[in-house]
C-alpha cells in the first residue's frame, strides 16, 4: 500500500543552505504531482542559530506542517539533539558522519542512523545539504533527475564549475545511500502534473497585480518584506512601481499620495511599522482616500519576535487611528483565500473611499505550499468616480448622500475642483474648524462617513457571510481566524474520525464586524472552542464585545510557533473530558 504523505525535516544553523534544501525539495514534489505544505523556523540572526524546516508533501492536498518526520536532515549537532526523537519509528536521520554524532538515544524511537562520510563524498563542505538531499531523494523514491534539474535552474546565474559541482555531489550522495541503504518505502504516487508553490506574501503580491495596483511603498520589515521582494523584479513588468521607503510613516503617506491621484496603491509592514503608520490611517479615512495596508504580524510587543508567528495585532488593527475612523478589515485564512482577498481589498477601498486593511501573520505570509488554481481573470471596481462634470451645481468631494459615498474626481477632472483637509472639513473639503467650530456640519460629516461601513457591512455579509463547515448539528464547533484555519480543518477530520461531529466558524471579516450574522451562527453551536495564536483570546473578546457572546473555552498559544495538528488535538481532547463551560444563548446588542 502506497503512502498518503512523507514528512521531512531539514536543520542546521543560519548559512548552512536550510533554505536551499528546502526551496528545491519543495519545487522537486510539486513537479512530480505532490502537494505540499513546508514551514520554516529561523531566527533573526544571519549566521548561526538554530534553523528548523518542516515539510509535508502528500498525493492528496496536506494541510499543515508535521509533528514529526520520515527523514531529519541533519546538518549540525544541535538539530540531532533537539529533533532526533521527532523521526518516526522506521525512519532516518541523515548527517555528516565525519562531524556529527547519532547515539543510542537518539534512537530510542526506532529511528536509522543514516552517517554520510562527507569528505570522502565531496571535496566543498558547504555542499554537504546538497550531498544529503540526494541521498534524501534514493530513501524517498524520487527520481535523481527531479533534483539535477532544481539546481540548475538555482544556480543558473552562477559559474558553470559551481553548477557541476552542486550535481556531482547530488550524485554522490544518491549513489552512497542506494549502495549502502534501503529505501523507505514511501512509495507516493508521482504524477506528471506539475504544481505551482508559493507563499502567502507571494500571494497577496500576485493579488494586488492582478487587481491592476500601479504603487507598492514599504519600509523592510519582517515577515512582510517578502511582498516587497517579490513586487521589485516583478511589478515593473506589470506596470507597477515599487518604492522602497525610508520609514513606514512615509510608505503609507506615498502610498495615500498615490491613491489620491487614482493609482491603485498599497503598502506592508508589519506590528511595529503598522505602529508608525496609524496616524496615516486615521489621514486615508478622513480624505476618503482607497489604500490597501497588509499588517503582516509577528510576536510583540516592541520589537518581539522578528521572526516568529503570533495574531496579537487585531486589536491594533482595530484601533489604528485616533478617534473612530472607517475602515475594512479582513483576516486571510489560506494562500488562495490570501489572494483572492487582496483583489477583494482593492476594489471594496475604491467602492467605499477608505482604508482597507488586511490581517494575516508570519505562518500564512511565510509557509511554501502548492495552490492549484488563482483566478487572474478579476474584476476590477473602481466605484462612484466621476469622468466629467457638467452639472450647473458647484462640484463637491465630500457630498453629503443616502449611501454616505461621494462622487470621487480624480485631480485634473474639469470642473472638479477640491482639496482635502487631514482637519475636519464641509462637502467642499474646507476645514471648519480653523476659527470657529461648526457642530451642525460636523454632526453630518461623520454620519455621512458612518454611513459607508452600513453599506459596506451588508456588502461583506453577502461577500462573506460566517457560516459552520462540516458536520450539520456537531457536538463541537471549532473558531478561528486566519492561519489557524488549516489546523482547525486537521482537528475537524482527526475529530470526526473519532465519533465526534465537529464543525468550524472561521472568522473573515474582522470590520465591519458581522454582528447579528456571527451571533446567529453561535447561538446554534452546541460547543464552541476558539483556536487562537494569541495569550488573551483576542477574536472571542471581539466576538463578545460585538454580539455578548462569550466564548469560555479556548486553546492559545504564544510561544511563537504555529500550532502543531498532535499537540493541540492533545489539549483538545483534555477540554472535551471536561465538563462544557456553559453559556447561555446572547441577544444581538
Known amino acids: 500500500m502506497k503512502r498518503k504523505t512523507v514528512s521531512v525535516w531539514v536543520g542546521g544553523a543560519a548559512g548552512d543552505g536550510i533554505a536551499s534544501v528546502g526551496e528545491s525539495l519543495a519545487k522537486i514534489f510539486a513537479r512530480n504531482g505532490l502537494h505540499v505544505y513546508a514551514y520554516n523556523s529561523y531566527q533573526s540572526v544571519i549566521r548561526g542559530g538554530h534553523v528548523w524546516w518542516q515539510m509535508r508533501a502528500g498525493s492528496e492536498k496536506v494541510y499543515s506542517q508535521p509533528d514529526n518526520c520520515h527523514l531529519l536532515i541533519a546538518l549540525n549537532q544541535d538539530t540531532i539533539d533537539q529533533h532526533a526523537l521527532g523521526v518516526e519509528n522506521g525512519g532516518g536521520i541523515l548527517f555528516n558522519s565525519d562531524k556529527l554524532q547519532v547515539r543510542p538515544e537518539h534512537l530510542t524511537n526506532g529511528a536509522q542512523s543514516m552517517g554520510l562520510p562527507m569528505s570522502k563524498l565531496t571535496k566543498l563542505p558547504i555542499m554537504q545539504n546538497t550531498v544529503a538531499t540526494g541521498a534524501f531523494m534514493f530513501l524517498t523514491d524520487l527520481p535523481l533527475a527531479s533534483l539535477e534539474k532544481a539546481l540548475q535552474e538555482r544556480f543558473a546565474k552562477k559559474k558553470a564549475d559551481i553548477i557541476q559541482a552542486n550535481l556531482e555531489a547530488a550524485k554522490a550522495g544518491y549513489e552512497y545511500a542506494k549502495a549502502n541503504w534501503k529505501g523507505l518505502g514511501i512509495g ?342 476558539i483556536i487562537e495564536n494569541n495569550f488573551t483570546s483576542q477574536m472571542s473578546r471581539l466576538i463578545r464585545m460585538e454580539t455578548g457572546y462569550h466564548i469560555k473555552e479556548r486553546i492559545l498559544k504564544y510561544d511563537g510557533e504555529p500550532f502543531y495538528v498532535g499537540e493541540t488535538y492533545i489539549q483538545l481532547k483534555k477540554l472535551l473530558a471536561k465538563a462544557p463551560a456553559r453559556e447561555t444563548a446572547a441577544v444581538a446588542i
Open 188 to 529: 507516493l504516487e508521482l504524477s506528471n502534473k506539475q504544481r505551482l508553490v508559493m507563499t502567502g506574501n507571494q500571494a497577496i503580491a500576485v493579488g494586488a497585480l492582478a487587481a491592476n495596483c500601479k504603487f507598492y511603498s514599504a519600509y523592510p520589515m519582517t515577515p512582510a518584506s517578502s511582498i516587497m521582494h517579490f513586487l521589485a523584479p516583478n511589478g515593473p513588468k506589470n506596470g507597477l512601481l515599487m518604492k522602497q521607503c525610508e520609514d513606514e510613516i512615509a510608505s503609507l503617506a506615498m502610498a495615500i499620495g498615490a491613491a489620491q491621484t487614482g493609482a491603485r496603491s498599497m503598502t506592508g509592514t508589519s506590528g511595529g511599522g503598522f505602529s508608525l503608520m496609524t496616524e496615516a490611517v486615521g489621514l486615508a479615512s478622513m480624505i476618503e482616500a482607497p489604500v490597501v495596508i497588509v499588517n503582516v504580524q509577528r510576536g510583540g510587543p516592541s520589537t518581539g519576535l522578528p521572526t516568529k508567528t503570533e495574531q496579537g495585532d487585531l486589536f491594533q488593527v482595530l484601533g489604528a487611528s485616533q478617534g473612530e475612523y472607517q475602515r475594512i478589515i479582513l483576516a486571510p485564512a489560506t494562500l488562495e483565500d490570501a489572494y483572492q482577498t487582496t483583489v477583494d481589498s482593492f476594489n471594496l477601498a475604491d467602492k467605499y473611499q477608505c482604508p482597507a486593511l488586511i490581517i494575516s501573520d508570519l505562518l500564512l505570509s511565510e509557509h511554501s505550499e502548492t495552490v492549484d488554481t488563482l483566478n487572474l481573470n478579476v474584476k476590477i471596481d473602481h466605484g462612484e468616480r466621476v469622468t466629467e462634470w457638467t452639472s450647473d451645481e458647484p462640484y463637491k468631494r465630500y457630498l453629503v448622500t443616502p449611501t454616505g459615498i461621494s462622487p470621487r474626481a480624480l485631480p485634473g477632472t474639469k470642473n472638479t475642483l477640491y482639496v482635502s483637509a487631514s482637519d475636519e472639513h464641509n462637502e467642499r473639503g474646507e476645514v471648519i474648524s480653523d476659527v470657529f467650530t461648526d457642530p451642525p456640519t460636523r454632526k453630518k460629516m461623520v454620519e455621512k462617513r458612518w454611513r459607508k461601513m452600513d453599506f459596506a457591512r451588508k456588502e461583506l455579509a453577502k461577500m462573506y457571510p460566517p457560516t459552520l463547515e462540516g458536520s450539520v448539528n456537531a457536538d463541537v464547533t471549532l473558531v478561528g481566524w486566519g492561519s489557524t484555519y488549516n489546523v482547525l480543518k486537521a482537528l475537524a477530520r482527526r475529530m470526526e474520525e473519532d465519533g465526534t461531529k465537529t464543525n468550524i466558524l472561521l472568522m473573515k471579516v474582522v470590520a465591519p464586524f458581522l454582528s447579528d450574522e456571527v451571533l446567529a451562527v453561535l447561538n446554534s453551536c452546541k460547543r464552541p472552542i
